[in-house]
């Protein structure tokens, strides 16, 4: 098996074995149980193909306007890759133009392929990244320049989060 069909077998059993549909960040721990509100199959489905895909790009370099990975991506363009690539969905523009488009999800409802915001340039919707599962995302930051993950729960991006929002509904 070569390197990237390793990585996408490993990516894919990582996230079967996270729980990919977990429950949303802050949810109770332990036996408290959350009853999120369910969504159709077709929506459940299309989040997972965008957060397989988004898992794909982990370790690909970071550049400033940049829209493919063979070149490097900022954080839209990821999220417009990812988007156009698992769904032919197309999300174009700055994190901004893209949070105005789509539904706003409440944590309740946030589910694996739904976009998180971020205000981390002193400016709303700053930053973007896919939501994969169990409080944790995939995006394209200029610090340490490579795609990875992140928690939701992280001081840094808990205190900076600004929304969710769905595309696929």
Request: proline residues 7%.
């Amino acid at each position: 098996m070569n390197v990237p069909s390793m990585r996408i077998v490993l990516l894919a059993l990582l996230l079967a074995g996270c729980g990919l549909m977990s429950g949303p960040p802050g949810a109770p721990a332990g036996n408290a149980t959350v009853t999120p509100v369910p969504r159709p199959a077709a929506a459940v489905e299309k989040g997972r193909e965008v957060a397989l895909y988004a898992l794909g790009l982990i370790d690909t370099g970071y550049r400033y306007g940049g829209k493919n990975p063979s070149a490097g991506l900022d954080c839209s363009g990821m999220v417009s890759h990812v988007y156009a690539a698992a769904l032919g969905l197309k999300l174009t523009g700055s994190a901004a133009d893209i949070a105005r488009m789509g539904q706003p999800v409440g944590l309740d409802r946030i589910r694996p392929g739904d976009l998180v915001f971020f205000n981390t340039s002193h400016r709303p919707h700053s930053h973007v990244g896919i939501y994969i599962g169990d409080d944790r995302f995939v995006h394209a930051p200029k610090a340490n320049g490579r795609v990875r993950t992140e928690s939701l729960k992280q001081h840094y991006f808990a205190s900076r989060f600004e929304e969710a929002r769905s595309y696929l509904d």
